[in-house]
C-alpha cells in the first residue's frame, strides 16, 4: 500500500517578484523589436528607438529593484524572483551593449 505524503505550506508567490518578471519581459522584448527595426532601416534608427531604449533601461532598473526586495520577503517561492532578477540583468546588459556597440561606430 502507498502512503501519500502531503506537504503543507504557507508558501506564496510574491507579487513584487512577479511584476519583476514581467518587466524584464517588457524591456527585452521592446528591446528586441528596436534593433529589429533597426536592422530593416539598414542601422538608422528613428528617434523614437531611442526613446524605447531609455524606458527599457528604467523598466529594467525598476524590474532589478523589485526583484531585489522580493528575495528579502519571507515564506515565498523563489522562482520568480530569479527569474525576474536574470530577465532584468539580461536587459541591462542589453542596454549597455547597444550603447558600447553604437560609441563604438561614432
Given at each position: 500500500?502507498?502512503?501519500?505524503?502531503?506537504?503543507?505550506?504557507?508558501?506564496?508567490?510574491?507579487?513584487?517578484?512577479i511584476?519583476?518578471?514581467?518587466?524584464?519581459?517588457?524591456s527585452?522584448?521592446?528591446?528586441?523589436?528596436?534593433?529589429?527595426?533597426?536592422?530593416?532601416?539598414?542601422?538608422?534608427?528613428?528617434?523614437?528607438?531611442?526613446?524605447?531604449?531609455?524606458?527599457?533601461?528604467?523598466?529594467?532598473?525598476?524590474?532589478?529593484?523589485?526583484?531585489?526586495?522580493?528575495?528579502?520577503?519571507?515564506?515565498?517561492?523563489?522562482?520568480?524572483?530569479?527569474?525576474?532578477?536574470?530577465?532584468?540583468?539580461?536587459?541591462?546588459?542589453?542596454?549597455?551593449?547597444?550603447?558600447?556597440?553604437?560609441?563604438?561606430?561614432?
Amino acid at each position: 500500500m502507498k502512503r501519500k505524503n502531503y506537504i503543507f505550506t504557507n508558501k506564496k508567490h510574491s507579487y513584487k517578484a512577479i511584476m519583476a518578471a514581467i518587466l524584464g519581459i517588457i524591456s527585452l522584448v521592446s528591446l528586441g523589436i528596436v534593433v529589429y527595426l533597426t536592422y530593416l532601416r539598414d542601422g538608422q534608427a528613428q528617434n523614437g528607438y531611442g526613446v524605447t531604449g531609455l524606458l527599457a533601461a528604467v523598466f529594467s532598473l525598476a524590474g532589478l529593484v523589485l526583484a531585489i526586495i522580493s528575495f528579502r520577503e519571507k515564506d515565498n517561492y523563489m522562482l520568480f524572483p530569479w527569474l525576474g532578477l536574470l530577465l532584468n540583468v539580461a536587459a541591462l546588459g542589453s542596454v549597455g551593449l547597444i550603447l558600447y556597440l553604437g560609441a563604438q561606430v561614432l
